[in-house]
Structure formats: structure tokens, C-alpha cells
């Protein structure tokens, strides 16, 4: 077995067993301090399982969906929050602590996503990854960065749809669309806590913003810290991301990006306080004005850092290979019939 291969079994391996102990252990112990402290070995050894992998890709998804997302869930599972409590079965525990889902409430009011759609963006992903792939030396920088905008809301939309029918076929639950149409929005409020990458904005509504509200309970102004917390969270665990793809120091300018985002979301709120009732743009300016925010300071902080260090490369030459492969099989299978 190659040395590739054999890591990619201890990630899998190691991951399980951490969630197994948290099933089986840290879930008998008292809720609050007692199960907070029999999961930080579990903390500490889904921060650094990631490290395991040598692909790129795979690194960036292990990052996120074991080392942020199942770390923060077992956070809140300590004192008997979030989707992992209660522990109703082994399988529903890991599957779900494991993948970046969120049940669907009972005030669920979002339109289901069409499939037709679904297989729309898996089908047009492929096309841009290969176009930029080949041409990514010819294109204008803009171009380049624009595509790379629709490769990350596309590409996050599938494996998040992808983990929701894994979680509707094991456990047989129906879960909420990761995003709304975020190209939609129409102020960054609507954008980042109503519309994009929901699962994240879920986990960090009640692992960073509800507890530092409270803190500030009784103050108008404690929606102020909160939201900039979160968004520094946010950047804070990008900025390790990155880290782990490409194992560099951070440049911090994903930081950046968020907490600009945070600043300008309490200005957006403070603005739409003040005009209450007295001006308001129509729907169209305002997606314009907030598509366009989002778009600029992503080409301006969040993608340099990726396109400087090689990321971008490094992840269209793995789907590269990944499609030349599954090219290879469909030959084959083709050959043979």
C-alpha cells in the first residue's frame, strides 16, 4: 500500500475512532465542564488529522469538515446544543458530526432546490475547471478570478448536497440547502446570515455569536461584538485552512476579508437603523451594490493568498487527473459494451 494510501486509512480510521469516543465516553459524562474536558484530546487530534492527506483538495475538505465544522459541533454537543445532541444512534452521531449538514425546522420556509439545477452546476464545474485549466496563462486576471468566484459557490453548494443525501440515505432526515442564491442577496446581512454557506453560519450563530451577546446581555449595542467575532472566527479558521493546504505562514489577508465583511455589516446595520422608513434602494441596486462588494474584496484578499501560494494550481491539476481518470473508466467501459 502506498504511503499516500496508508495515511488516507489512519485519517479515516482516527476520525472514526475520535467520534466513537465521543458517542460512547464523552456522551454518558454530564453535560457542561466534565464533557467539555474528556473532548479536548478529541479537539486537539481532529485539529491536526487533516495533515494526514497529501492531496490539496482533499486537505481543504478534511479541514473544513472535520477539524472546523465537527469540532465545533462537538463544542456545542458539550453542553447539549447543536445537531449531535441528542445522541439518538452511532451511525446518525458520525455521520452527521462527520459531514456539513443542517436539519431542516419546523420554520423552514426555503424552496427545495431543484435537482434539474443540481446537475446544472455539477455538469458546468467540470467545463470551467478544464477552460481555466488550459487557458488560465492567456485570461485576464479579472476573468481568471471571477471564475474562481463561481468554482467556490459551486463547488460548495455540490459537496454540501452530496452530504445531504448521504445523511437523508443513512439516517433517512431531510436537511436544509446549503445556500439560498446567495447572488441574490441584497445587503451583506442577507448575504453572509441568510443566504450563504448555511452550515457554517449556523454553527458559528451559536458557537461565537450567541455566547459573546451574552456576555454584552442588556446593552443595545452587544450585537456590535458579536458580530465581529464571528466574522474573526471565520477568517481565523480560513486562515488555518489555508495553512494546512499549503502548510505556509498566513499573510492574513483572508482575515482581513472577514473582519472588513464584519465592520461593514455593523455600518450596514447601524444605516438601515437610522433610515428606517425614510429611504430605501430598490432590490436590483442593492444585489448589484452587494454582489459587487463581495466579488471586489474577494478578488482584492481572499483569492490572492491562494493564487500566490500555488493553491489554485495545485487543485485544478488534482481535478484534472480525477477527470482524466474517470475518462480512462468510461473508455474502458465503453471499449468493453
Not at 445537531?83 to 423552514?108: E, G, H, N, Q
Not at 470551467?128 to 471571477?146: A, D, P, Q, R, T
Request: glycine share 4%; charged share 15%; net charge positive.
Amino acid at each position: 500500500m502506498a504511503e499516500g494510501e496508508t495515511n488516507t486509512l489512519i485519517f479515516f480510521s482516527t476520525t472514526v475512532a475520535a467520534l466513537s469516543y465521543s458517542y460512547f465516553i464523552s456522551s454518558k459524562l454530564p453535560k457542561g465542564i466534565y464533557r467539555l474536558i474528556s473532548l479536548i484530546p478529541i479537539f486537539c487530534l481532529l485539529a491536526i488529522v487533516p495533515l494526514l492527506l497529501s492531496s490539496t483538495f482533499a486537505t481543504a475538505v478534511a479541514t473544513l469538515f472535520i477539524t472546523w465544522l465537527a469540532n465545533f459541533k462537538l463544542l456545542l454537543f458539550a453542553f447539549n446544543q447543536g445537531p449531535l445532541y441528542p445522541p439518538k444512534s452511532f451511525i446518525r452521531f458520525i455521520t452527521i458530526a462527520s459531514l456539513p449538514v443542517k436539519f431542516r425546522s419546523d420554520s423552514f420556509k426555503l424552496k427545495k432546490k431543484s435537482p434539474f439545477n443540481l446537475w446544472i452546476e455539477i455538469l458546468i464545474s467540470p467545463v470551467l475547471i478544464s477552460f481555466v485549466y488550459k487557458n488560465k496563462e492567456n485570461l485576464n486576471h479579472h476573468i481568471v478570478l471571477g471564475i474562481y468566484c463561481a468554482l467556490v459557490f459551486l463547488l460548495v453548494d455540490i459537496l454540501v448536497f452530496v452530504s445531504n443525501a448521504v445523511i437523508w440515505a443513512v439516517v433517512g432526515v431531510e436537511l436544509e440547502p446549503p445556500s439560498d442564491e446567495p447572488y441574490l442577496a441584497t445587503s451583506l446581512q442577507d448575504f453572509w446570515g441568510r443566504r450563504w454557506n448555511l452550515m457554517v453560519t449556523n454553527i458559528l450563530r451559536h458557537t461565537v455569536y450567541k455566547p459573546v451577546k451574552s456576555v454584552f446581555s442588556g446593552e443595545e449595542w452587544a450585537s456590535v461584538p458579536a458580530l465581529i467575532a464571528t466574522f474573526v472566527v471565520s477568517g481565523l479558521m480560513h486562515e488555518l485552512l489555508f495553512y494546512y493546504v499549503m502548510r505556509v505562514i498566513p499573510t492574513w489577508e483572508m482575515t482581513s476579508f472577514f473582519v472588513l465583511h464584519g465592520i461593514c455589516v455593523v455600518v450596514e446595520l447601524l444605516v438601515k437603523r437610522a433610515l428606517t422608513g425614510k429611504f430605501e434602494l430598490p432590490a436590483i441596486v442593492s444585489r448589484l451594490l452587494t454582489v459587487g462588494f463581495v466579488v471586489v474584496t474577494s478578488f482584492w484578499l481572499f483569492f490572492p493568498p491562494l493564487i500566490d501560494g500555488g493553491a489554485d494550481v495545485k487543485v485544478l491539476q488534482e481535478f484534472k487527473l480525477f477527470a482524466d481518470y474517470l475518462k480512462s473508466i468510461v473508455d474502458e467501459v465503453m471499449l468493453r459494451w
